[in-house]
């Protein structure tokens, strides 16, 4: 199976990035911020949904949305079972436009999934799917991997390249149990990009 191949990772069940609990940083970050204002987060790439509903029983207005079909309905079982009011929809963050422009993009396992060639059209789909003056908040794995899915980035690959967004923040936050701690950080695009 080609390992982009989503839909067949579901239903073959080869998923290692399932860890059954939404990311340790995100929840780190949600829990060491519980004065944000409660706005709309767009959660791309969302998987079987632990941190739309994270962010949902933290008062968001939380909309994921996946690639794979089979990830949409687990998500959507998830929200279903958990109690949560939440919204998963089927789409291509890449290259869709966005329903509504979100104050927040967050992002666990997303940018190391696609090929590294797509990484600037992930950054304008960023900023497509952000609201202006909106935060991007990402968990990034500083992984030296170059045959993934996951493919690996830097510090430097990470903050040096055009990204039209502005460092507002950057921490080690609490990790899944993988070898490298990640780097967990707050963007806002520039006022320029409107
Ligand atoms: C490594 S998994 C991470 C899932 C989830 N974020 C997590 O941390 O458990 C990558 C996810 O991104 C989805 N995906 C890949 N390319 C995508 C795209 N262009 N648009 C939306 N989702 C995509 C895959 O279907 C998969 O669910």
Redo the contacts with the bound molecule.
Sequence with gaps: MVPTD?EGRYQSGEMP??KGEP?PGLVDFLTSHPNLTKGTVCI?????G??VCAWAKAGFAASG????PS?VKLARERIENSGCSAQVSL????TDNPPERFDWVFE???YC??DPDQRDTYLQAVLRWLKPGGDYLAVNYLIPDTDG?PFGTTRDELWNRPMHLTLVTQRLVASLPLNTPPVGAICRPQESTG
């Design positions: 989503w990035w399932e990311s791309p790439g969302c998987g079987t632990h941190d949305y996946d690639i794979a990830a789409g291509n963050f890449l666990h396992t997303l999934a696609i899915p």
